[in-house]
């Protein structure tokens, strides 16, 4: 697939992608998953822990579930 087929694939099932996105961040934040969560190496990690990493995750996650059952209802 070239840029041009993925663009159009991601504007017609943004949808879709959105609800992935967000299972994958609400179930890397609960299952505390190293690669999502772990602070270790990265330019902020005095800023946020691990646990304050977890529940942005989380969040964000929701938003993003949110946001593609509102566009499907709506």
Same mark, same amino acid.
Not at 45 to 54: A, D, F, I, L, T
């Given at each position: 697939m070239n840029g041009e087929q993925i663009t159009a694939f991601l504007q017609a099932h943004w949808e879709w992608v959105t609800l992935i996105i967000g299972i994958v961040s609400v179930a890397g934040s609960i299952l505390n998953w190293n690669w999502m969560c772990d602070p270790t190496g990265k330019p902020d990690?005095?800023?946020? /822990?691990? /646990?304050?990493?977890?529940v942005i995750f989380f969040l964000l996650g929701? !938003?993003?579930? !949110?946001?593609?059952?509102?566009?499907?209802v709506l």
């Open positions: 990690s005095h800023r946020y /822990g691990r /646990g304050s990493r977890r929701i !938003v993003l579930i !949110v946001t593609s059952i509102m566009s499907w």
